[in-house]
């Protein structure tokens, strides 16, 4: 458990600055799908280089491609390029507030397609992120909506991709290791982020010229190598050990780093809607999941001693019973 809870922290604070990495990638022209995949390039090539290096098995032709592919694309590159465009509407903090509802959507996914059973806590706890969403909105008697509609429904779409990614990865890829998973997916996510940023972006050379920045290398570093890469490896290691659901609630912490990092570098403004949305939203989340919610470390190891302790006394039973009748 404490190995889980410390790769969320860690997590966290490497994801809560890629909100701001990715709106410095935007000020230089580059487009949402090229800023997929070249994250997801860096990413996959840093992977492959610490597996050389620790001497982990590839695994090739054991690995599952297809369902790599698969949640290559929904769990990585198509949330990646959503929340970019969703960022050339919306502010670095606002984005990552609207992130913290990929939980709720994780439960949502699982609950419909996954067979997962909530009770009355889990959705009470969904009724009150609800409540910060439209506190972010900031619905008043001049306008309807404050935010960017369009970003702000991008913004959601993103959430919703890792809410179905995250389920698909526990159930097509438990056979793999965390580095095959996060190394066979980012190269997914690289393929199809790809060939997307062609068709649809053809790359200006203004773009390609901002590639030989010092702010734009540093950026696409700790944008893949720390945010795609490290961040990767730590997220299946906590999907695979935990669950989807606890690997999705890095997303309560992210917020806060993120709205320091956007209020610190690039000078946004914090306003009480978004302070408030966010009390609202990881309020929600955390009733939602604190007891009980399925698929949770803490109720699986119950779960586990549970099984252990009926096996046991199964068996203590099974020799009295051979002495008695001895």
Known sequence: MRRLYTALILLSLVWGASFMLIKVLLTHQIGPWTIASLRSLLGMLFIVMMMVLLRKPFGLRKMNWGGSLLV???NMALPWALIAFSETRLTSSMASVLNATTPIWTMLVGLVFFGAVFRRQQWIGMGIAFAGILVLLSINSDTIIAADPIGFAVMLSATLCYAIGSQLARK????MDMYQISAATLAGAWISSTLAALVLESPSLASLASLGSLQVIVSLLGLGVLGSGIAYILFNYMLMKGSPEFATSVTYLVPATA???????????????LLGGLVLILGGVFIANRRGSTGSPGR???ERLTGVKRETAHMEHGRKKEVNET
């Open 259 to 273: 709205m320091v990092w956007g209020y610190a570098l690039l000078g946004e403004h914090i306003g009480w809607n």
């Open 72 to 74: 290559g694309i929904v």
């Open 300 to 302: 699986k190891a119950k």
């Open 172 to 175: 097509l890829l438990g056979g």
